[in-house]
């Protein structure tokens, strides 16, 4: 496989690692915090380690001259109205719903991919995506089949994967004037201010604002946010944006469903989980329509399949 396909795919596989590992770092964290707390301060320490990348010019980035409503708009969609829109939707819904609905984001980002950058995808392609859905949907409500849901949550978690799915294509439309170091800066930028901003608020009108760095006192939330904001923030953005520099939309965002997979065997592994019969045919589906639908494109691009 040449190199200009491998790596892309390697990129993906990557992300999809760090944040299935990420569930459960996230797990320890909440268990001493609250979800904004853990949030605002991922994006913080994300933002001033990718800074002090940027000082040293480990990483590169130049805004000069650029377009930044663009950066703004992706960095509006991932992560500030995702992560806003899956944390209320998944406190209102089950965790089968929750799981469900955020699978959906490649079949949506497969959609705007044809109406906003004119990519074409085949039935091949688009059936390999399908079963990842399926895959992800399987497994989720399996693990909790409890059937009762809050129109208002089903709603957020809408808006999450509307969230996402734009994100993709952002990202995808302005990567040629961008690169993955100076969008991912930006996410990391944005969602350090929006969400410390949320959280001071909150606190504020509470009056525990002489609370905001109580979480940081506690070794197993440094623990946890060491992993979520240097490796599920910087650097698994950073392998999405890649990803998505050079792979059509919905190739890439197909590997979110991947970290399904790991979150399973991190958690038997790591957790002691159970690995149920459901989980194993989830995850062989997700994993066969990942590579089915990476294949295709790949061979599509060799114009070995027409479109």
Avoid at 205 to 210: E, K, R, V
Wanted: net charge positive; charged share 15%; proline share 2%.
């Amino acid at each position: 496989m040449e190199k200009r396909n491998t790596l892309p795919i390697l990129a993906g596989m990557g992300m999809a690692t760090i944040f299935g590992m990420s569930f459960m770092f996230s797990k320890l964290a909440l268990d001493v915090s609250s979800p904004i707390e853990l949030i605002s301060f991922r994006f913080l320490f994300a933002f001033l380690a990718m800074s002090i990348l940027v000082a040293f010019k480990i990483v590169r980035v130049d805004f000069k001259g650029k377009n930044l409503k663009n950066l703004f708009l992706l960095s509006l969609s991932q992560p500030i109205t995702y992560f806003i829109f899956e944390s209320y939707g998944i406190k209102m819904t089950s965790s089968s719903q929750a799981g469900i609905m955020v699978a959906l984001i490649p079949i949506f980002v497969a959609g705007f991919g044809v109406l906003f950058l004119g990519e074409k995808t085949t039935k091949g392609e688009l059936f390999f995506i399908i079963l990842s859905v399926a895959g992800v949907g399987f497994t989720a409500y399996a693990k909790n089949s409890d059937p009762s849901s809050e129109v208002l949550g089903i709603v957020m978690l809408m808006g999450a994967v509307i969230s996402a799915s734009f994100f993709n294509i952002i990202s995808r439309k302005i990567s040629s004037e961008f690169s993955s170091s100076e969008r991912t800066y930006s996410m990391m930028f944005l969602g350090a201010l929006s969400f410390n901003l949320i959280n001071i608020i909150s606190k504020t009108i509470s009056g525990n604002i002489n609370s905001y760095f109580a979480p940081i006192t506690k070794p197993e939330f440094i623990i946890a946010l060491l992993y979520l904001s240097l490796l599920s923030s910087i650097v698994a953005f950073f392998l999405v944006n890649y990803s998505l520099t050079h792979l059509e939309a919905s190739k890439a965002a197909v590997f979110s469903n991947l970290a399904t997979v790991v979150s399973i065997i991190a958690g038997v592994v790591f957790l002691k989980e159970s690995f149920t019969q459901h989980q194993i045919l989830g995850s062989l589906m997700i994993l066969s329509g990942v590579f089915g639908a990476q294949y295709l494109g790949i061979m599509k691009k060799r114009k070995i399949i027409k479109i």
